[in-house]
């Protein structure tokens, strides 16, 4: 098949590129600012997809079987800072990409995020109410119902969770932004009572391609990691996986900082309807962690501990 991968040079993106060449599949790869191409990418384009004309140039030159849409202004602090920019991209683009998919007979597999949640009830099932408390939870949720109203037989929806892995710039995972943290001489704050399923990036993209091979599944599906835990247990485990002192990070609660009230508390996801129907299988926080590189721009700090 082509497949057509968008945020190719981000941290899920790079995975979809290389599951999907591993598995024998032809890669368009388009990214934007990052110039170097990710590994399997049969081609390589950067285009700022937030200029329609350009996307529907991107989309036609390749003619795909399936576009993987990763492109995103996926940190909650940039949406707020540009909500224009983060509106093209977040929204309008998997709605133009919707179109486009259905104009050619493609589908359209889409990220989604478990930040269309409220965090209250946490365990969320794909058909529970939402109730998103972030502009970026927002601008996603407009995606997800733009995407089924243009396309509903042609697209698959996956919201996801806090994702683990090796990004190729090194700053866009979860144990890559603690050690950033770190290097700056800073001990985080980690809250005891937020609760996320974290899901290797590479696994994500391992379910995103078997999606995009099988046509007998459409709209909304929820992707996770096997385990349900608490930032703070998150960071602990980095500090032990890379031999770090327990210094390092500082232990807080959501309820006792008036600061963070609209942050949600339990955005777990029910993977249960999905992970019943694809061979790739969630993987557990340990499984995670073996994945884990130190990221290169904390290499130096790390090695002279
Ligand atoms: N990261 C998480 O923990 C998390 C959690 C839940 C859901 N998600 C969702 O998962 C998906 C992937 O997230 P991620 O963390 O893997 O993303 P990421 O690492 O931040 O990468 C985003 C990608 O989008 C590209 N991009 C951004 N603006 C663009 C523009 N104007 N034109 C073209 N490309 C543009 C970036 O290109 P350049 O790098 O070249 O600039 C990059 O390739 C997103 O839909 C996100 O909402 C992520």
Redesign the pocket.
């Known amino acids: 098949m082509v497949i057509l991968v968008?945020?190719?040079?981000?941290?899920?993106?790079?995975?979809v590129v290389a599951s999907a060449a591993r598995r024998g599949h032809r890669v368009a790869a388009?990214?934007?600012?990052?110039?170097s191409p990710p590994e399997g990418a049969a081609t390589f384009q950067?285009?700022?997809?937030?200029?329609e004309n350009l996307v529907t140039r991107a989309v036609f030159d390749t003619f795909p079987d399936v576009i993987i849409?990763?492109?995103?202004?996926?940190?909650a602090r940039l949406c707020e800072e540009d909500p224009d920019?983060a509106g093209?991209?977040?929204t309008r683009?998997p709605g133009r990409l919707a179109d486009l998919a259905r104009h050619l007979g493609a589908r359209l597999i889409?990220?989604?995020?478990?930040?269309v949640f409220d965090g209250k009830a946490g365990h969320y099932r794909p058909a529970d109410p939402v109730n998103p408390r972030s502009l970026?939870g927002r601008l996603?949720l407009e995606a997800e119902n733009e995407i089924l109203r243009r396309a509903p037989g042609f697209s698959v929806i996956v919201?996801?969770?806090?994702?683990?892995g090796n990004?190729?710039?090194g700053k866009?995972?979860?144990h890559e932004n603690l050690f950033a943290a770190w290097t700056r001489g800073e001990a985080p704050a980690l809250f005891t009572d937020e609760l996320r399923q974290p899901?290797a990036?590479s696994n994500?993209a391992d379910a995103l391609v078997e999606l995009a091979e099988r046509n007998d599944l459409t709209g909304i599906h929820h992707w996770a990691g096997a385990e349900v835990l608490s930032r703070h247990e998150i960071g602990r485990r980095v500090l032990e996986h890379f031999k770090l002192p327990a210094t390092l990070i500082r232990e807080a609660t959501l309820k006792n900082n008036p600061a963070f009230q609209d942050r949600p508390g339990n955005l777990s996801l029910d993977i249960g309807t999905l992970s019943g129907k694809l061979k790739t299988k969630p993987l557990d926080f340990s499984a995670q962690l073996d994945l884990l590189r130190v990221p290169l721009p904390s290499r130096e700090w790390y090695n002279n501990l």
């Open positions: 968008t945020g190719s040079t981000g941290l899920t993106g790079a995975g388009l990214g934007w600012k990052q110039s950067q285009v700022d997809l937030r200029d849409n990763t492109a995103a202004v996926s940190d920019s093209q991209v977040n683009l889409h990220v989604s995020t478990d930040m970026y996603k919201r996801t969770t806090l994702l683990t990004s190729p710039s866009r995972s979860v899901c990036a994500l």
